[in-house]
């Protein structure tokens, strides 16, 4: 199992406009082969910070999931209202 | 429920000596009433990156784990090895 956590900072009155594109991005993700799971979560102290928390089988899922075409769409949309940190992947120690 | 991601990074030569009081912190804490999840994660592009992903559920739970004896111990014996980031707190979205 691999864990990915991705950041990104959503841009001033451009929040609801985001949200929109991730509900669609973890709807159509959570149904993709080798995704264990995919949610994303909120900053409590700054709504616009948001991040995606996933785990995925093997580093081929995560990859496999780079090239589905709601990820390639979605990412692309979401380009024009957040900026991305950098995406960290981990596996699990305990 | 709560999220929270807190990241630290482990100095040079030490991170044996980390992983150890992690592993003790992380045994003590899933023990605690609120806890949900609790675990440690080790970036796969620097072993000396490590994340806690946690999950409560609700600010009290959280509040009463940063008090408790086995927190405050391993927590203070950690700081000597590590440098720890800005502990994120969120709420899930979806």
Redesign the interface.
Known sequence: M??V?ARSVIKENHLTDA?SL??LL?AETVKEQGCISY???????DPN???L?EEWDDMDALKRHTQTSHFVTLVEKLAAYEKELPV???????
Chains 1, 2 share one sequence.
């Open positions: 691999i864990k956590i949200l991730y509900k973890v949610e994303l979560f909120q900053e409590l102290d910070n948001l991040t928390v960290l992947i981990y596996k699990k120690l305990f």
